[in-house]
């Protein structure tokens, strides 16, 4: 298994709250992502990162701001949580692309809930 | 604009009745078509990826191919465990991204 972790895997907060999600990953790979997963809507990317401080928003990305100042770390961070941010979130990562693009792996989610 | 589409959304089959899932994608200069299991509560799971048009990957009771427009997983004599929800995915030129499918959810019915 690619070396991903994330934390929390479950969180429940109330809305109006900051909450941060951390993704760390072993693999020294130089892509990190962050999903959300929600019925009906599949994968839908949030944020991504290609680098260390190098960072670019996804199809769903209002409301929410990401840091990476680590290979191994990539932050997700919602900074007033709102009910419709209650979703499964998933990390992944890439190593380097070139002619061809390499596959992501993912992380086990974490599941959040705003009330 | 790069779309992934998947179907159908859901299947279901009888132990041993083998069938084909479909992932038609648009994508500018496509540098990877990328297939995923995943199971209830848990994350994808990389099952295959295809680059060129012809190109075929074998694993098991599961074979993807690739055409310009599709990809199709094939699934021969499936069993109970092979249950999932599949997801197609796609990376284009000078892209950072993975642009998924909705997925299709398959059962497999002993």
């Known amino acids: 298994d690619a070396g991903i972790t994330q934390s929390p895997r479950h969180k429940v907060t109330e809305t109006g709250t900051p909450v941060t999600l951390r993704c760390h990953q072993t693999e020294n790979h130089r892509y990190m992502y962050w999903y959300r997963q929600d019925p009906g809507h599949g994968l839908r990317l949030i944020h991504y990162s290609y680098g260390v401080k190098d960072t670019d928003k996804g199809e769903v990305s209002d409301g929410y701001s990401v840091s990476r100042s680590k290979t191994e770390d990539f932050l997700l961070t919602l900074e007033s949580a709102t009910s419709s941010q209650t979703s499964v979130y998933f990390c992944?990562?890439?190593?380097?692309?070139?002619?061809?693009?390499?596959?992501?792996?993912f992380g086990q989610g974490t599941r959040l809930t705003v009330v | 604009e790069d779309q992934v589409t998947q179907s159908p959304e859901a299947l279901r089959l009888q132990e041993g009745e083998s069938s084909s899932l479909n992932c038609s994608y648009t994508v500018s200069g496509l540098r990877g078509l990328f297939w995923y299991r995943q199971d209830p509560g848990k994350g994808p799971e990389f099952l295959f990826t295809l680059y060129s048009a012809g190109e075929e990957k074998e694993k098991e009771r599961l074979k993807a191919t690739l055409t310009k427009k599709e990809s199709f997983l094939h699934i021969t004599a499936p069993k109970p465990e092979d249950s999932a929800t599949y997801l197609c995915?796609?990376?284009?030129?000078?892209?950072?991204?993975?642009?998924f499918g909705k997925g299709t959810k398959l059962s497999v019915i002993p």
């Open positions: 995915a796609h990376s284009g030129a000078g892209s950072y991204q993975l642009t």
């Open positions: 992944a990562i890439r190593g380097a692309q070139g002619a061809r693009n390499t596959e992501a792996f």
